[in-house]
């Protein structure tokens, strides 16, 4: 399920999006008013700002007369955009991330990181990290990569397969063949995988083309000081790497052109 290979740069690479989120304790200065020093720390690479208000699930509070339903408050999300939208920026008082679209290599991406969670240290001081979290979201096409007519089984690991790996029904004969798994990895890591085909969606518009989706979700939990959260994002990224690596066969190695 995990390879050892040595890393590689895809020229192909199919992922659709990368996002980091830190999660702290609550900062009510941050829900209180607008983050205009903040956003002027950033505001040069990220100049397009929106808010947004969103609703939260009442929670279900048991009570002598029964189970009541408790409304919860709005979750006020800063949102900061680069100017060609394909970096985000998202701040509430209870949590920083940075996603992007158009991901070319760790080393980009953790500089970009480290200028805006050094900005948000600095206005803001949180505490302590309570949860850091890497995700990586990889939407394979065969289309893209030429393999057209090449099964999904010829191209995924049997770990990652499930049923669709069976020999005796056809690939076109499932509606449906995903699988969700969670994971302890070393160190106190997990990660949350989802594997399978399925129907990807590009502005709002359904792509038609069945799509292999990778999707891996990966945290440390706890209590984590602030010095130490470099160390935990390279550590999630180096198991991220292994995942996609035990997952993938030679053959689709090879399409996504290494380099």
Known sequence: MFSDSERVHYAKAQLAEVVCQLRFPSILRIAAAEPADFQERIRATYPRYSRIVEKQQPKLVPTPRGVQKQEQPDVINHQFLSEDGLRRVNLTSGFISLATGAYTSWEDFARALDEVLAHCIEVYRPAYFERIGLRYINIFSRRALELEN??????????????????DVPEAAFRQASQDVELALPNGCRVKLHAGPGLARKNGVEDKEVKFILDQDLYLAGKTELPRAASVLNALHLHAGRILRGAITPQLHEAMEPQ
């Open 150 to 167: 090449v099964p999904f089984s010829d191209l995924f690991q049997p770990a990652y397969l499930g049923l669709l790996g069976e020999d």
